[in-house]
């Protein structure tokens, strides 16, 4: 085995070191890719909302920001239909979302910025 081979088996090891100590930071990184995707389909009318599956009454709401709090929560924070500031708090082995298509709130539709 090359020093070459060894640095990206290391890499490898430390990446999967990673996610397993961290899994809400994975699972958001997998999530902005879904959202993303979804969102790039969207018309000017509508945009990113989510909903809880299994929630029963919990109304969907208009997505603003993800965020994660290390090794196990996630935080969707985002606007109801009357303007009401929104957060949503999940262990990553709970969640169980739903992307949909909302109605924008201002004239135009708010879209979601990844880093």
Known sequence: MSLRDLGIAS?????????????????LERLTGLIKSFQNHLGSEVEVGISVVGSGSAAPFRLRAINVSNPDILIFDGVDDNGNVVQLIQHHTQMAIMLVALSKLDEKPFRIGFT
Not at 12 to 23: I, V
């Open 11 to 27: 890499d490898q090891m430390m990446e999967n070191l990673r996610r397993k100590n961290n899994p809400a930071g994975y699972v």
